[in-house]
Nanobody, 126 residues
């Protein structure tokens, strides 16, 4: 059983920063490709960022490129999302996701991930 637990969300003013963390337990973390997605009511879940299991490859949605950074610490079984220059439109519930990675790939589609966290709220507002 793989468990993912997000932390670090909250309320921040526009232009501010937050760092989301995702702790993974249950199996060999280093073999998982990881991703971050976000969801707002009445919209589809949106890809935000992804990282391969070795950390050699990353990918970002155009809307966050240059502002967000994904990273991982395989020794700590954790993945992070550093969010800078936050905008009101970044307000959403953010989800961490994991998928077995037998190469060194990144996955950007939500259907490609088997394991999901419960989500954490990020609100950007003055």
């Amino acid at each position: 059983q793989v468990q993912l637990v997000e932390s670090g969300g909250g309320l921040v003013q526009p232009g501010g920063s937050l760092r989301l963390s995702c702790a993974v337990s249950g199996r060999t973390f280093r073999r998982y490709a990881m991703g971050w997605f976000r969801h707002v009511p009445e919209k589809e879940r949106e890809f935000v960022a992804a990282i391969s299991w070795k950390g050699m490859h990353t990918m970002y949605a155009e809307s966050v490129k240059g502002r967000f950074a994904i990273s991982r610490d395989n020794a700590q079984n954790a993945v992070y999302l550093q969010m800078n220059s936050l905008k009101p439109e970044d307000t959403a519930t953010y989800y961490c996701a994991a998928e077995n990675d037998y190469g060194d790939y990144v996955f950007t589609g939500s259907a490609e991930y088997h394991y999901w966290g419960q989500g954490i709220q990020v609100t950007v507002s003055s």
